[in-house]
């Protein structure tokens, strides 16, 4: 299994207990959704090793995860590790929700100004994602990605529909 292949699920916190119990930040709307998870892949310096899971538990305050086997001395070791899961497992969206992975090289299509070009990616490292486009003239365009902005999402024709504001295509476009 490659990490291409899978979603990022969470990483490793502190161990808790003494019976290879783990506290982890799972990176996901509804952790509850992962409650009843068998196994998990560990991203290590050998790269993704899977861990057969005993137990989870979540709550408002923390999630734990037992691991399989683990003793207390090993499960420290794991701790900062970063856990995937194939994509294969993510609960299907509809509407105009969608994974990040899920619309790159959508084209995208602007309610006032028409095509803009090829979403890229989707940068999402500061306050707020933003979607690059890359246009036909070679230009990027960078697009705050807020949900008021987004029209509509067709899977079908691979189209992302979104209202930029005003002034703001034509700023990356237009010559000065």
């Known amino acids: 299994m ?36 068998k196994s998990v892949f560990i991203l290590t310096s050998q790269g993704l090793v899977p861990y057969m899971i005993t137990s989870v538990a979540v709550s408002p305050a923390r999630t734990t995860i037992i691991f399989a086997g683990l003793t207390s001395s090993e499960a420290a070791l794991l701790q900062g590790k970063e856990l ?29 100004y028409g095509y803009i070009g090829i979403l890229k990616e989707i940068i999402d490292n500061g306050p707020q994602p933003v979607i690059c486009i890359s246009a036909p003239s070679a230009k990027e365009v960078l697009v705050p990605l807020i949900d008021e902005f987004i029209i509509s999402v067709n899977r079908i024709s691979k189209t992302l529909t979104i209202k930029s504001p005003e002034g703001l295509i034509e700023f990356y476009l237009e010559k000065v």
């Not at 979603?7 to 959704?33: H, R």
């Not at 899961?85 to 969608?98: D, E, H, I, S, V």
């Open 2 to 37: 490659k990490t291409d292949d899978c979603f990022y699920l969470g990483k490793i916190g502190k161990p808790f207990g003494y019976k290879g119990e783990m506290n982890v930040f799972l990176d996901v709307d509804k952790p509850s959704e992962y409650s009843s998870l």
């Open 84 to 112: 995937y899961l194939p994509m294969t497992m993510l609960p299907p969206l509809t509407g105009n929700k969608f994974y990040f992975h899920e619309v790159k090289n959508f084209s995208v299509i602007d309610e006032n």
